[in-house]
């Protein structure tokens, strides 16, 4: 199984500019902003456990390591993945803590793993 997810977010940029210099440009810079996306759902899951102070470091530190580093700039799911698993992570520890007035119900927790899963299916 090959998951369709990331395809269908990379035929955007592909499908305005082809499969030219400037589409792989924009592919590239469409993973690199999912991956900076990324960094507010994973502050947002620390901030409650480690203070906004140490939150915000980690979240440097997480932003900044070399795997991370590696691949901004590069046409990789893993960007994706983590936006789309930080997300899910965010939901599911919301309702955990029954916030639930000011955030969506369960089945988008469960939504949102099907999105997961359709965007890289080793690691979910």
Do not use: H
């Not at 592919?27 to 901030?47: D, K, M």
């Not at 590069?74 to 520890?93: K, M, R």
């Amino acid at each position: 199984f090959y998951p369709p997810g990331y395809p269908l977010l990379l035929s955007l940029p592909v499908g305005l500019f082809g499969i030219t210099p400037a589409g792989l440009t924009a592919a590239a810079l469409l993973s690199t902003l999912c991956g900076v996306a990324a960094l507010f759902p994973i502050r947002r899951l620390l901030e409650p456990r480690v203070g906004p102070g140490a939150a915000v470091a980690l979240t440097l530190l997480q932003g900044t390591a070399v795997p991370q580093l590696q691949m901004a700039g590069a046409v990789f799911s893993e960007p994706t993945f983590q936006l789309v698993l930080a997300v899910t992570l965010l939901n599911a520890d919301r309702l955990l803590r029954k916030d639930l007035v000011r955030f969506p119900p369960w089945y988008v927790t469960g939504l949102l793993c099907g999105a997961g899963f359709l965007v890289r299916t080793i690691g979910f």
